[in-house]
């Protein structure tokens, strides 16, 4: 028996508020499912975030319908609901809900209310769909595998497992035992991703380690496994510069299922699991120190001359199976990261320009400016001149006070520098309200509103990437599209 595992698709991600972007996590969704399907399984599994944004666009919908279509109707894949694919607002019907009853998918879900101690799972019955299943039974000549789903819980999680674990065993004391069992989670595990925002621990899942032969997981972006039981592949997209790192893999696994008598499991079939690299597009980082040069025309010359280095890295990256597209090079997502000390006025560092450059030197589809480790000379003077009585008060150091001169100062050396008194407050509210671990979505809103106030003439041409006919049908992925955009200043993400 044979089982595809891949997670996190992102349907609808516009990154960057590229349109390449929306059509690259459809085409991958596509082509990872067409990969898979290389491979004859018997089922796909699907463990959330099949969708980016909770609430769609038509053009989305038929997104996934299109990349479901490759999977033939007697090969099932069973999905469970991640925390991009809730409804924004409450509604009866998820799109989920949608896909299951019309029969592109099998939607597991737990029924954890029912129930004190267990949770609740009810056979998928094909002949009355409805909006959902518990458990499905794959029936081959090795044996039944049984699936089950666990919708995203969040930080209930933990006290869920407990009720899924239960669930499981009263479901094989009422329906049989099954060969070998597969639980579908949308969530991280501490112990191994412990800065990326898990939020269960090994110990936690010590009960369905006693009913499940393998964990299904999506949520985590990174592919990682552990224990011989444990799997998530990654998504087969990156979503971010850091995503794209080296030592993140993105893709899915193929999973064959066999009799061994040796298997050390609580089912009766072992499994042998293999990771795939997906099919995406390339992230490629230039970092440059800005540094030696004691002046505009100087770093730019410089800058130049490194990007022209920087084109056999980038040419064997394009030429990388993983980032082809059927036999063509695609055009890469540029990170252009800038640190150092500016020797001469930050005013004159153009940062759009040097982005146009690594543009067209590069061949980019979009490019995405960091200076976020950029500082000047006068600033360095600042941060060695801390000893005076304003910043040290009976030898202790006045942090508030010191955040304030670093802020005026950064306001002064930058474009903004007209607004010098505003920016730097600014900088301390959005200091302030990281500090007390408010949203980031909320930090974002007031630096806009902040922007807006100060910068009319800015945000006055500003408009939003969407198309006017949200039923429009032309053909998508134009590989040759270009696009560039270079914020002074912006993040990276």
């Not at 969040?154 to 070998?180: M, Q, S, W």
């Not at 695609?330 to 990261?337: E, I, K």
């Not at 100062?409 to 903004?416: K, N, V």
Request: some cysteine.
């Amino acid at each position: 028996m044979k089982l595809g595992h891949l997670a996190d698709i992102h349907l609808g991600h516009r990154q960057y508020g590229l349109k390449q972007r929306e059509d690259d996590m459809a085409n991958t969704f596509e082509a990872t499912l067409r990969l898979i399907m290389q491979d004859d399984p018997d089922a796909i599994l699907l463990p959330g975030d099949l969708f980016d944004s909770r609430d769609l666009r038509p053009k989305i919908l038929e997104d996934a319908e299109r990349g479901l279509s490759v999977v033939p109707d007697d090969v099932p894949v069973l999905v469970s609901r991640g925390n991009h694919d809730e409804n924004l607002t409450p509604r009866d019907v998820t799109w989920l809900n949608y896909l299951h009853r019309r029969g592109h998918i099998v939607l597991l879900e737990a029924d954890l209310e029912s129930h004190s101690e267990a949770a609740q799972f009810d056979r998928h019955n094909t002949d009355d769909l409805g909006e959902d299943s518990g458990f499905y039974d794959i029936e081959t000549e090795t044996g039944t595998v049984r699936v089950f789903g666990l919708q995203w819980r969040g930080a209930r999680t933990d006290t869920a497992l407990e009720k899924v674990a239960a669930g499981i065993e009263a479901t094989a004391a009422e329906h049989g035992e099954p060969d070998y069992t597969i639980l579908l989670g949308h969530f991280g595990i501490e112990d191994e991703v412990p800065a990326l925002g898990g939020n269960v621990t090994h110990a936690e899942l010590r009960p369905v380690r006693q009913v499940v032969d393998y964990l299904a997981l999506g949520h985590i972006h990174k592919r990682y496994d552990s224990s011989d039981w444990i799997y998530n592949p990654g998504s087969p997209e990156a979503h971010s510069t850091s995503e794209a790192r080296d030592d993140w893999d993105h893709g899915y696994y193929s999973i064959d299922l066999s009799t061994d008598d040796t298997y050390d499991g609580p089912g009766h079939l072992a499994h042998d699991v293999t990771h795939h690299p997906a099919r995406r597009r390339p992230f490629y980082t230039i970092d440059f120190d800005v540094t030696p040069y004691e002046s505009a025309g100087e770093l730019r010359t410089a800058f130049h001359d490194y990007v022209k280095r920087n084109q056999r890295s980038l040419q064997q990256l394009l030429d990388q199976e993983e980032f082809l597209f059927g036999d063509k090079r695609r055009q890469p997502l540029l990170d252009l990261r800038f640190e150092g000390t500016l020797q001469f006025d930050r005013s004159n560092f153009r940062v759009d320009e040097l982005a146009e450059e690594a543009h067209r030197g590069c061949d980019a589809l979009y490019v995405q400016t960091n200076t976020s480790r950029v500082t000047t000379a006068e600033i360095q003077e600042l941060l060695a001149d801390l000893d005076d009585d304003e910043v040290f008060i009976d030898g202790r150091l006045q942090t508030a006070a010191l955040e304030q001169r670093v802020f005026e100062t950064i306001a002064t050396e930058s474009e903004y520098s007209e607004h010098t008194d505003e920016v730097a407050g600014l900088f301390g509210e959005a200091h302030r309200m990281a500090q007390d671990n408010e949203s980031a979505d909320d930090i974002a809103d007031v630096i806009s509103d902040h922007r807006r106030e100060l910068f009319p003439e800015v945000t006055a041409d500003v408009s939003l990437d969407i198309e006017e006919d949200l039923f429009d049908d032309e053909t998508e992925g134009d590989e040759s599209d270009q696009q560039t955009a270079a914020v002074p200043g912006g993040e990276a993400e």
